[in-house]
């Protein structure tokens, strides 16, 4: 029968560029939280390698790291045989609907991305087509899918916008044709900010080591990090104005260990910053070394990873045709024959 819109299970649609190790920024920020909806929706998440190269990547290192970052999405708990677990570039479908939805989008909607104008200027010697029309690719990896709801962190959201407004202008030119998705944002440790400005969001690509945990640091590099993480001068672990450095690490504690604020500054009261930052650390240690052991086994067996990936990507490929192909007809293209 005819899989409706109206009585298939809701699906949730993410991906991540697979650029290098995962900090822990997008592992409470984003990662962990699709894990946790492999339980109630139907997944499908990838790992966004056609996004990737809008910035120059070196061939042998991407390679590596879109390998490397399939087995850590393994290792965090993404199950391949529960979610559709792929990678992008394996789906052609992405970029053909990112070229017809690049037509339906117009220059001035781009224009306004604060991504690509951050982008821009950070990479200025490599100002390409393709990150200013990035955000159509990402709708298009979305409205391929019909998915209902759509993880993304904050700074994801007015491209998640755009890709709404694109297919209600779609559907409203043509015919209902595309599901317009809701976003979904994680209510807490959504973001996690940078541990050496805590008012910058923690990123891989800052210049600062100490700044960032990734998902592959020792437990020593993690303590140490922690320990020398920017706070203020009041020595009392608190939520509040001003604090944001400490307001981050109660953030980080709170997301890992499920305490609330309050829970937080009792157990702290009357402690030094040093005993915090030491049980934040520590706490993270925790985290991560089950998942750091699992990835060691995972990235070393190629062949089962290739199992997973070469497994998921027709399965990908049989929802993603659909879709293209009902956008194609209504564009006014005539049916491909085979
Ligand atoms: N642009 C997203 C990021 O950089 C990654 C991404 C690509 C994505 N396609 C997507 C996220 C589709 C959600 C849905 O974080």
Redesign the pocket.
Known sequence: MENTVETRKKRV?????PTGVFTLGNYLGALRNFVALQDDYECVY?L?DL?AITVRQEPAAFRKNTLSAYAMMLALGINPEKSIFFI?SQVPEHAQLAWILNCYTQFGELSRMTQFKDKAAKHADNVNAGLFT?PC??AA??LLYNADY????A??KQ??ELARNVAERFNGLYSPTFVVPEGLIPKTGARIMSLQDPTKKMSKSDDNTASFITMLDTPDQIIKKFRRAVTDSEACVRYGEGKDGINNLMGIYSSITGKTYAEIEREFDGRGYGDFKTAVGEAVVETLEPIQTRYKALVQDKAYLEKCYSEAAPRAEAIARRTLHKAMKKVGYLPTIR
């Open positions: 649609l993410s991906m991540i560029q990838a966004a996004h992008q990035y690719l990402m990896d979305i759509v993880p993304v962190g700074d994801q491209h998640l």
